[in-house]
């Protein structure tokens, strides 16, 4: 319900210090996951995403990575800014059509 | 850097006021979807077109929602007439036409800046 949806899991790190943001999906055929950042009022921003044959993926500073026996992903954030304060949420996609189904989404703190 | 526009940005109403709300994806980009986002939660989808065609509709309320995508390009989401429920962000996002993307992989869905309801 709307009163869970508020109180979003949180992880404050330390500036400078690597963040891990975790996410459990839910559908094993599930064959496409993506990563978005999403700023205060703003929409969804995409990190990185990554197909079901592959267990990592690397991109600039973020790195994903995808465990299909107990259906987990997360992504590494190196070296995080406080620019990189936000709520994170991951999304996966069935093997028949483009609709992405969001997890609840977890909100990242930076401390300066 | 392409961006999806989306317009207003901001809309307060009054409910069983009508409202509307539009998009204009990348350009080129053949599918373009709407998801509605309640405060704290992941964006959920509405509706999804392929070109000027509904692909899936089947969480948009039709009794109250309607979208169209007359020319396969831009498109329009409306609510007639609104209720104190559907305030919400409204997102609206596309991806490429399969095969025409130049990235590895075409189901990335690139999202706009949204409009934010306020039913009062």
């Known amino acids: 319900g709307e009163s869970v949806g508020l109180h979003l899991p949180t992880l404050s790190v330390q500036e400078g210090d690597n963040s891990i943001i975790n996410c459990a999906y839910s559908n094993s055929a599930s064959d496409y996951f993506i990563w978005y950042k999403q700023e205060s009022g703003k929409g969804p921003q995409f990190i990185i995403d990554i197909r079901s044959n592959m267990d990592k993926r690397q991109g600039q500073r973020v790195t994903v990575l995808l465990n299909k026996t107990v259906k987990h992903l997360s992504l590494q954030i190196a070296a995080t800014q406080p620019g990189d304060s936000a709520v994170y949420f991951c999304?996966?996609?069935?093997?028949?059509?483009?609709?992405?189904?969001f997890g609840s989404g977890t909100r990242l703190l930076v401390r300066p | 850097e392409a961006e999806v526009a989306q317009s207003p940005r901001y809309k307060i109403t009054e409910k069983s006021q009508a409202v509307a709300f539009w998009c204009d994806p990348i350009s080129g980009h053949a599918t373009l979807y709407w998801y509605r986002q309640i405060l704290g939660q992941g964006p959920e989808l509405l509706v999804q077109?392929?070109?000027?065609?509904?692909?899936?509709d089947s969480q948009l309320p039709k009794d109250r929602f309607s979208a169209e995508r007359l020319k396969g390009v831009d498109s329009t989401l409306k609510i007639q007439p609104a209720e104190l429920g559907d305030s919400a962000m409204y997102l609206c996002a596309s991806s490429p036409t399969p095969g025409t993307s130049g990235r590895e992989y075409q189901e990335t869905q690139y999202f706009g800046p949204g409009t934010r309801l306020l039913v009062l």
């Open positions: 077109f392929q070109d000027e065609s509904v692909v899936d």
């Open positions: 999304a996966e996609k069935g093997d028949s059509s483009y609709k992405l189904i």
